[in-house]
């Protein structure tokens, strides 16, 4: 059983990396196998709406999303991890989501578990959480809760850390995925 941490910011070894980790962290203490990936120095360009898919079922786009996507279909588990851009989540996060479509009627991540992790420094963070929720919930996907929603605040790279709430959410948020997937899974 192997859950993967999808870090969708540009920057590397940020805060966004730091918080899939503890949650993943907690998953590993829990026996599940895990690995993060983060979207920072991979190019995912964004869907060109083209439309070939609904009949391919495959994009035509070459470049990182197909080893990521394999990687999240292979996987029982998804965590979809971004800081907060404009309100929003970032291009690289939104990209990959919107690639996704192409593989939607296989349906390929139907009960699996997942959820979000947001990071913000001050604002935008309820509705990045609500954009990236709504990826979860098209697919069939199956998210715990936690003690708040999975969201922490940072500036600077690693300042999220000092987010002790934060990271109490997120730990509780790793623990519940783990049991929740093996649950599913036993
Ligand atoms: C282009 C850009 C836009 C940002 N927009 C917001 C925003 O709308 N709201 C907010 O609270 N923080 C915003 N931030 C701050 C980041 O969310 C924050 O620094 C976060 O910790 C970065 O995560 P990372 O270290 O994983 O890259 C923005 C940062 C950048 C670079």
């Known amino acids: 059983m192997k859950i993967v941490g999808i870090a969708g910011s540009p920057r590397v070894g940020g805060n966004t990396e730091a918080l899939t980790s503890i949650a993943l962290d907690e998953i590993c203490k829990e026996g599940l ?11 995912i ?9 609904r009949k391919t079922q495959k994009c035509h786009i070459k470049d990182d999303f197909e080893t990521i996507y394999a990687k999240m279909v292979d996987a029982c588990g998804i965590i979809l991890a ?9 291009p ?8 996704c479509y192409a593989h939607r009627q296989n349906r390929p991540f139907e009960n699996k578990v997942g959820g979000p992790i ?25 998210v715990p809760g936690s003690t708040y929603w999975n969201v922490a605040f940072g500036r600077e790279k690693g300042e999220v850390m000092n987010d002790e709430e934060g990271l109490r ?10 049991w929740l997937a093996k649950k599913l899974n036993s």
């Open 118 to 142: 947001v990071v913000a420094r001050r604002a935008g963070q309820n509705f990045t959480f609500a954009q990236l929720m709504f990826f979860f919930m098209i697919q069939g996907m199956i």
């Open 82 to 90: 971004t800081p907060v851009y404009y309100g929003a989540a970032t």
């Open 45 to 53: 360009d964004p869907c060109d709406g083209c439309g070939s898919c």
């Open 92 to 99: 690289q996060m939104a990209a990959l989501i919107s690639r």
């Open 33 to 43: 196998e895990t690995e993060l990936i983060s979207l920072a120095e991979k190019k």
């Open 169 to 178: 959410i997120v730990r509780n948020f790793g623990r519940k995925l783990a």
